[in-house]
C-alpha cells in the first residue's frame, strides 16, 4: 500500500517561514513526480509546485522566489520550504505523487497565515 503523509502544518504570521514535509512509503524516486497542492475554504484544488523523478521543478508564478522543495531520499521525503507567507495563502496542503501504479494523495496539513 503507497502512502504519502504530510505534515508541518502550523499557525504562522504573515511573513514568517513554514516548513511542510511529505514523507512516502516507499523510494520517493520510484515515483515519476510528487508535487505540492493547496486548498483554501470554498476554494479549488491548485497547484502550487511540482517536482519530477529527475529533479526538474516547477512552480507556481505566485509562489516562485518565495517557496523551495527539497527532496531527502534517505528519509523518503519531499520537503516544501514556505517563506515570506502570506495571509491569502491559508489552506489545507496536499502532497500528491504519481508512479505507474497510481496517484496517491495524502490527507493534507492546515497551514494558518495570520496575525
Known amino acids: 500500500q503507497v502512502q504519502v503523509v504530510e505534515s508541518g502544518g502550523a499557525l504562522v504570521q504573515p511573513g514568517g517561514s513554514l516548513r511542510l514535509s511529505c514523507a512516502a512509503s516507499l523510494s520517493i524516486f520510484r515515483f515519476y513526480g510528487m508535487a505540492w497542492y493547496r486548498q483554501a475554504p470554498g476554494k479549488q484544488r491548485k497547484l502550487v509546485a511540482h517536482i519530477t523523478s529527475g529533479g526538474t521543478t516547477n512552480y507556481a508564478p505566485s509562489v516562485k522566489g518565495r517557496f523551495t522543495m527539497s527532496r531527502d531520499s534517505a528519509k523518503n521525503t519531499l520537503y516544501l520550504q514556505m517563506n515570506s507567507l502570506k495571509p491569502e495563502e491559508t489552506a489545507v496542503y496536499y502532497c500528491?505523487?504519481?508512479?505507474?501504479?497510481?496517484?496517491?494523495w495524502g490527507q493534507g496539513t492546515q497551514v494558518t497565515v495570520s496575525s
Open positions: 500528491k505523487a504519481k508512479r505507474s501504479g497510481g496517484i496517491y
